[in-house]
């Protein structure tokens, strides 16, 4: 399912207790558009496995990657991460962004870049020593 990056997100009508008054899509990708491509910090794709762990707005069913297919789980601290079936949020002040799971996927597998204000999202909430 896409979604513009940084546009109100709109997936679920799903609030959580941390939740900033605003919820921002990032990371809604689909093969049918394109996308912004990069290096992202090394400490990212970790943190947000960690984060993975601890995902926020289950859903049933997992989604597939839309670009190679695959039903993706990654490892991090020895455990397997299923991934497409939750999203990760992350508060920056009034803003929360919430992005799917496969975020993981599409920055280590497809060479995703987030945009600039959400990598210091992330990196406030983890930072380059993990989370």
């Known amino acids: 399912m896409y ?4 546009m109100d997100y709109s997936y679920t009508s799903v609030r959580l207790a941390d ?3 605003s919820l ?3 990371d809604w990708l689909d093969s049918g ?5 990069g290096p992202v910090p090394l400490w990212l794709v970790p943190c947000l496995l960690r984060m993975a ?3 926020a707005n289950a859903m049933r069913g997992i989604h597939r990657c839309p670009f190679c297919k695959a039903r993706v789980t990654m490892t991090v601290d020895d455990q397997d991460v299923h991934l497409g079936n939750a999203e990760l ?7 929360t962004y919430v992005a799917p799971s496969l975020l993981l996927h599409y920055i280590a597998a497809h060479g995703y870049q987030p945009p600039r204000e959400v990598l210091s999202a992330f990196e406030r909430a983890c930072g380059p ?3």
């Open 129 to 131: 020593g993990g989370h």
């Open 33 to 37: 558009y394109g996308y912004s491509r």
């Open 53 to 55: 762990t601890r995902y």
């Open 19 to 21: 939740d900033g008054p």
């Open 89 to 95: 949020r992350v508060r920056a002040g009034t803003k």
């Open 24 to 26: 921002v899509n990032v």
């Open 3 to 6: 979604f513009p990056d940084l």
